[in-house]
T-cell receptor, first 113, second 115 residues
Framework: EAGVAQSPRYKIIEKRQSVAFWCNPI?????LYWYQQILGQGPKLLIQ????????DSQLPKDRFSAERLKGVDSTLKIQPAKLEDSAVYLC???????????FGEGSRLTVL | AQSVTQLGSHVSVSEGALVLLRCNYS??????LFWYVQYPNQGLQLLLK??????LVKGINGFEAEFKKSETSFHLTKPSAHMSDAAEYFC?????????????FGAGTRLFVKA
């Protein structure tokens, strides 16, 4: 079974530029999550999708971050314009709803200069 | 509201010694509890999970954790550390909301293993 796929693995941009991250969850997983992990901290939930609907985006900085999950499968997270404090690893995870177990991709590391 | 507190951002043990990583949680409903491990430049992998069955949970790589409701704790242990156990460990609490589970992570504990 293929795992959660994310791209790109690494991205370096300058502040005020834009960036997009892509995630393809495990086949059949209805729930998809984007987490932000700043160096030295635990993952922080940005947005949670159930199929193609948003369940929780309370911690998503909506003035600069956006996410979509078209057709309830893969998802894109966009940042525009980026700030220095957005430097982090963006983790995508999916779940098939069994007791909350999450399956993570390898993450996309963003450096904003 | 859910929350997770991991005591100690860094823990150092000698190879062969006991590993103890501490986790306390709060949740308004009976929780599901997890330990995940993260190796450098990788995503998180599930070590073990508590889902209201046995209070002592065994996971991969010889790790286990005990759910203690009275102490709201879910500490992770391993009798004998191995060099390959060096990694970051995250405790997490999850509960079901309308539309799936919401999972909150602790700040993490980095485990160092000395030869």
């Amino acid at each position: 079974e293929a795992g959660v796929a994310q791209s790109p693995r690494y991205k370096i941009i300058e502040k005020r530029q834009s960036v997009a991250f892509w995630c393809n969850p495990i086949s059949g997983h209805a729930t998809l999550y984007w987490y932000q992990q700043i160096l030295g901290q635990g993952p922080k939930l940005l947005i949670q999708f159930q199929n193609n609907g948003v369940v929780d985006d309370s911690q998503l900085p909506k003035d600069r971050f956006s996410a979509e999950r078209l057709k309830g499968v893969d998802s894109t997270l966009k940042i525009q314009p980026a700030k220095l404090e957005d430097s982090a690893v963006y983790l995508c995870a999916s779940s098939q709803g069994r007791e909350g177990e999450l399956f993570f991709g390898e993450g996309s590391r963003l450096t904003v200069l | 509201a859910q929350s997770v507190t991991q005591l100690g951002s860094h823990v150092s043990v000698s190879e062969g010694a006991l590993v103890l990583l501490r986790c306390n949680y709060s949740s308004s409903v009976p929780p599901y509890l997890f330990w995940y491990v993260q190796y450098p430049n990788q995503g998180l992998q599930l070590l073990l999970k508590y889902t209201s069955a046995a209070t002592l949970v065994k996971g991969i790589n010889g790790f286990e954790a005990e759910f203690k409701k009275s102490e709201t704790s879910f500490h992770l242990t391993k009798p004998s550390a191995h060099m390959s156990d060096a990694a970051e460990y995250f405790c997490a609490v999850s509960d079901q909301r309308g539309g799936g589970f919401k999972t909150i992570f602790g700040a993490g504990t980095r485990l160092f293993v000395k030869a």
